[in-house]
């Protein structure tokens, strides 16, 4: 198993920006496919990016298209989340989420999940 754990969630007006980072341990990192998803209040989570182990593919969900960007760094163990042009609707939890050796969509293929870190966007 690997341990993960979220920062830089918080407070932000619509239309600023925050980097969400995720930091791995217990395994080597560049053996997991990584991913964001969501939670937001009364709602499923849902799929927000993911990236590959090498970071040479990523998808993205469609509402976050063109604002979000994941990244990951190796030497560094972590995998990020750039959010610009944020919205009230991307008000959520959102969680890192890791699976050895493949690159998913899918939350049902993630085995390895964070704690959760809140993003609240105001209007």
């Known amino acids: 198993q690997v341990q993960l754990v979220e920062t830089g969630g918080g407070l932000v007006q619509a239309g600023g920006s925050l980097r969400l980072s995720c930091a791995a341990s217990g395994r080597t990192f560049s053996n997991y496919g990584m991913a964001w998803f969501r939670q937001a209040p009364g709602e499923e989570r849902s799929f927000v990016a993911s990236i590959s182990l090498s970071g040479g593919t990523i998808a993205y969900a469609d509402s976050v298209k063109g604002r979000f960007t994941i990244s990951r760094d190796n030497a560094k163990n972590t995998v990020y989340l750039q959010m610009n042009s944020l919205k009230s609707e991307d008000t959520a939890v959102y969680y890192c989420?890791?699976?050895?050796?493949?690159?998913?969509?899918?939350?049902?293929?993630?085995?390895?999940w964070g704690q959760g870190t809140q993003v609240t966007v105001s209007s």
């Open positions: 989420a890791a699976r050895r050796r493949l690159f998913s969509t899918v939350q049902s293929d993630y085995d390895n």
